[in-house]
């Protein structure tokens, strides 16, 4: 544990070798590391930037976007520079995209080696290397770069609080003079998917609260907002082809076009991908109390403001006004929030969750339609087991997938999709490749076991470890830095990969659910749990492994 204490990361690099300055070399003494001072307020205290001779002009914008954001949150006032090789720059700190993708890896602990190829998932792997009074980050794409970056804030944060006597905030004068210890980190994610669910329904969530969230994110190497935007008490973005929306299931909160833009932009900057969830076939009270014809009763509906539980009212299965209904919220949300746009590079989506969770059949039980829905597509009967909602999620799933309606890549439902089929079971849509889903897991790890068994990614979110709005009595820090995000039995050794089957755990999302989570606590509610979690998706297993959770707390 030792060899961490001068770097007092979080979450903790897969590599770190001290150097010995003295010696030219590494093996610097944990017990003794050599420091290196940088004096901010120097004018070479700027950021330069090189990139490979042969790379196209997309990725000279690219780092120099990177260098701009860098500047930005290291307090550095002067505009970044380019730098025809390291040794030719006389800036403090020096980012470089590798040549070619044989350098794309950091170390062979990082990445797990079955996701190295996934086109949805980029490299995010960096090395960081501090010493002769220069700070160098390279990386194989400007997410790594980025990175390296938060880990460089953080060793910034620690030296400014240590001078301060523990009294220095993160946004320290840039005059101070600090010293770094003299270190090469070899980093990168052990999962590329790590997230928050932040629900914004319950309690609407004002933007500045998520702005600020995505910021903690980035800076504790989070990348994905999983933005729960519509359920039984609201319906919170706008959608134009059906304003009674914003105006019935919004009317205490509806987030503008420009606030949509503003999180989407902010999040793009940050490198965290924004995967918006629709729910579907329930807890969706809101949007029936705004078009009554899509219930099976036909209403009227009111929206339950304050009412917390699982409501009996659900989208009726068996009219097509139905599915025209949720082809324009897809189509609505998904340009809005960036899934069409986004993609490999986490600068918006590819992903739409379509829910799924804990839906009563009631309704349908007693609806001529939904029955007749039945007979038709000559499903099973309704009840227990029933294929209904089985049905209801293929025919969701089409829509979410088509280019001219939801236009998403991949999909992600609540692990309910295991036990009815949906298309965890049943037959794909026409034209969707198997691997499209990844089922999170809320109710516990066999639903991630299962999942990898059929050949799903698998997004692990036990309520036991990782539900935030949970109080400290049921879930505590000591409980969140117990969470191992991959079912017992399931990892390779040596990838890290899941070893039953096609399909790999991606990663995990911390929820935070917020019936009885208004704006003012949730921070509280969020840290400093989140940032165990955290520690959990990005370092290797090994080093958590090392690091107890009395040590955890120190750093």
Same mark, same amino acid.
């Given at each position: 544990?030792?060899?961490?204490?001068? #770097?007092?990361?979080?979450?903790?690099?897969?590599?770190?070798?001290?150097?010995?300055?003295?010696? &030219?070399?590494?093996?610097?003494?944990?017990?003794?590391?050599?420091?290196?001072?940088?004096?901010?307020?120097?004018?070479?205290?700027?950021?330069?930037?090189?990139?490979?001779?042969?790379?196209?002009?997309?990725?000279?914008?690219?780092?120099?976007?990177?260098?701009?954001?860098?500047?930005?949150?290291?307090?550095?006032?002067?505009?970044?520079?380019?730098?025809?090789?390291?040794?030719?720059?006389?800036?403090?700190?020096?980012?470089?995209?590798?040549?070619?993708?044989?350098?794309?890896?950091?170390?062979?602990?990082?990445?797990?080696?079955?996701?190295?190829?996934?086109?949805?998932?980029?490299?995010?792997?960096?090395?960081?290397?501090?010493?002769?009074?220069?700070?160098?980050?390279?990386?194989?794409?400007?997410?790594?770069?980025?990175?390296?970056?938060?880990?460089?804030?953080?060793?910034?944060?620690?030296?400014?609080?240590?001078?301060?006597?523990?009294?220095?905030?993160?946004?320290?004068?840039?005059?101070?003079?600090?010293?770094?210890?003299?270190?090469?980190?070899?980093?990168?994610?052990?999962?590329?998917?790590?997230?928050?669910?932040?629900?914004?329904?319950?309690?609407?969530?004002?933007?500045?609260?998520?702005?600020?969230?995505?910021?903690?994110?980035?800076?504790?190497?989070?990348?994905?907002?999983?933005?729960?935007?519509?359920?039984?008490?609201?319906?919170?973005?706008?959608?134009?082809?059906?304003?009674?929306?914003?105006?019935?299931?919004?009317?205490?909160?509806?987030?503008?076009?420009?606030?949509?833009?503003?999180?989407?932009?902010?999040?793009?900057?940050?490198?965290?991908?924004?995967?918006?969830?629709?729910? #579907?076939?329930?807890?969706?009270?809101?949007?029936?109390?705004?078009?009554?014809?899509?219930?099976?009763?036909?209403?009227?509906?009111?929206?339950?403001?304050?009412?917390?539980?699982?409501?009996?009212?659900?989208?009726?299965?068996?009219?097509?006004?139905?599915?025209?209904?949720?082809?324009?919220?897809?189509?609505?949300?998904?340009?809005?929030?960036?899934?069409?746009?986004?993609?490999?590079?986490?600068?918006?989506?590819?992903?739409?969750?379509?829910?799924?969770?804990?839906?009563?059949?009631?309704?349908?039980?007693?609806?001529?339609?939904?029955?007749?829905?039945?007979?038709?597509?000559?499903?099973?009967?309704?009840?227990?087991?029933?294929?209904?909602?089985?049905?209801?999620?293929?025919?969701?799933?089409?829509?979410?997938?088509?280019?001219?309606?939801?236009?998403?890549?991949?999909?992600?439902?609540?692990?309910?999709?295991?036990?009815?089929?949906?298309?965890?079971?049943?037959?794909?849509?026409?034209?969707?490749?198997?691997?499209?889903?990844?089922?999170?897991?809320?109710?516990?790890?066999?639903?991630?076991?299962?999942?990898?068994?059929?050949?799903?990614?698998?997004?692990?979110?036990?309520?036991?470890?990782?539900?935030?709005? =949970?109080?400290?009595?049921?879930?505590?820090?000591?409980?969140? =830095?117990?969470?191992?995000?991959?079912?017992?039995?399931?990892?390779?050794?040596?990838?890290?990969?899941?070893?039953?089957?096609? &399909?790999?755990?991606?990663?995990?999302?911390?929820?935070?659910?917020?019936?009885?989570?208004?704006?003012?606590?949730?921070?509280?509610?969020?840290?400093?749990?989140?940032?165990?979690?955290?520690?959990?998706?990005?370092?290797?297993?090994?080093?958590?492994?090392?690091?107890?959770?009395?040590?955890?707390?120190?750093?």
């Amino acid at each position: 544990m030792d060899s961490f204490n001068p #770097l007092r990361v979080l979450p903790p690099p897969a590599e770190t070798v001290l150097l010995d300055l003295e010696n &030219g070399g590494a093996a610097g003494s944990p017990d003794r590391p050599q420091f290196c001072r940088f004096d901010q307020g120097s004018p070479h205290w700027r950021i330069a930037w090189i990139t490979p001779a042969a790379e196209a002009s997309s990725a000279t914008a690219a780092i120099q976007e990177a260098a701009r954001v860098a500047s930005s949150q290291l307090k550095i006032t002067a505009d970044p520079t380019r730098a025809a090789s390291a040794a030719s720059s006389d800036a403090h700190i020096v980012l470089e995209l590798l040549e070619g993708s044989g350098a794309a890896r950091a170390s062979a602990l990082l990445a797990e080696a079955a996701l190295a190829a996934d086109p949805e998932f980029e490299d995010e792997t960096y090395v960081l290397e501090i010493r002769d009074g220069r700070v160098a980050v390279t990386a194989p794409r400007p997410v790594g770069l980025f990175y390296g970056i938060q880990t460089l804030r953080q060793l910034l944060d620690t030296a400014r609080t240590d001078s301060a006597g523990g009294g220095a905030s993160i946004e320290a004068s840039a005059s101070t003079i600090v010293e770094l210890p003299a270190v090469v980190v070899r980093d990168g994610p052990r999962f590329p998917w790590r997230g928050l669910l932040l629900d914004c329904v319950r309690h609407f969530q004002p933007i500045p609260l998520i702005l600020d969230l995505l910021d903690w994110l980035a800076y504790h190497k989070l990348n994905v907002l999983h933005w729960h935007v519509t359920d039984d008490q609201g319906w919170r973005l706008p959608i134009a082809s059906r304003p009674r929306l914003a105006e019935v299931g919004g009317a205490d909160g509806v987030y503008t076009a420009a606030d949509v833009a503003a999180v989407v932009r902010r999040a793009a900057e940050l490198h965290v991908r924004v995967v918006p969830e629709v729910e #579907l076939p329930g807890h969706c009270v809101a949007a029936l109390a705004a078009y009554a014809e899509l219930g099976c009763s036909r209403g009227p509906y009111v929206v339950p403001r304050e009412q917390w539980g699982i409501f009996d009212d659900v989208f009726c299965a068996g009219r097509e006004n139905t599915f025209e209904f949720l082809g324009d919220a897809m189509h609505g949300v998904a340009r809005a929030v960036g899934v069409v746009d986004g993609g490999r590079d986490g600068k918006g989506g590819g992903f739409l969750h379509l829910g799924g969770d804990e839906v009563p059949r009631t309704r349908w039980d007693a609806c001529e339609d939904c029955r007749a829905r039945v007979v038709s597509e000559g499903l099973s009967g309704i009840g227990a087991g029933d294929q209904l909602q089985a049905y209801f999620f293929r025919r969701a799933a089409g829509l979410a997938l088509s280019p001219a309606v939801g236009g998403a890549r991949r999909l992600v439902a609540w692990d309910e999709v295991l036990d009815d089929g949906g298309l965890a079971g049943g037959p794909l849509p026409a034209g969707v490749a198997p691997g499209v889903l990844a089922v999170q897991c809320w109710r516990g790890m066999a639903a991630a076991r299962e999942a990898v068994r059929r050949g799903h990614g698998a997004i692990t979110s036990p309520t036991a470890h990782c539900y935030l709005d =949970y109080p400290l009595s049921r879930l505590d820090l000591r409980a969140a =830095y117990a969470f191992e995000p991959v079912p017992e039995g399931e990892e390779d050794a040596k990838t890290g990969a899941t070893i039953s089957g096609r &399909g790999l755990v991606l990663g995990s999302e911390a929820c935070m659910w917020s019936e009885r989570a208004p704006p003012e606590s949730i921070p509280g509610k969020v840290f400093p749990r989140l940032v165990a979690i955290a520690t959990k998706v990005w370092a290797p297993k090994a080093v958590n492994e090392a690091i107890s959770f009395e040590e955890f707390l120190e750093l």
